[in-house]
């Protein structure tokens, strides 16, 4: 837990959002600039800032969010499929410093990166 982090005081409902799901480690809840016409975004309960501090004791909690995500994009009608993002880090483009799972899907998405 983290007193002055914005996802953490999400995950205990001091701060607003459209919950999509939660249990003891994981919530997840709808981005609130989406991207598309699916966003969402899941994130462990414990304050996780990024990847790069992500180490063995973590291997759990970003497994069980991994098998969860393509549960709730299911349930969220993206059968057909979505895009995973991880921003990790100032170099990452990461902007919250909690780590979170972007899901992304429906409509028009392109190729992740463009090619010139
Ligand atoms: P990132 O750039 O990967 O750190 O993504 C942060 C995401 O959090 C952005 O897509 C924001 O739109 C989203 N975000 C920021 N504040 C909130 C909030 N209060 N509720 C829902 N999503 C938020
Ligand atoms: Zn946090």
Sequence with gaps: MSEDCIFCKIARGEIPSKK???DEDV????DINPVAPVHFMLIPKIHLPSLLEAEECHAAVLGKM???APKLAKEQGLEKGFRTVINSGKGG???VFHLH???IGGGNIPPMVKRT
């Excluded at 919530?27 to 709808?30: E, G, Y």
């Design 20 to 22: 999509v799901y939660e």
């Design 27 to 30: 919530f997840v809840f709808h």
């Design 66 to 68: 991994l098998v969860l």
């Design 93 to 95: 483009g990461q902007e």
């Design 101 to 103: 799972i972007h899901i």
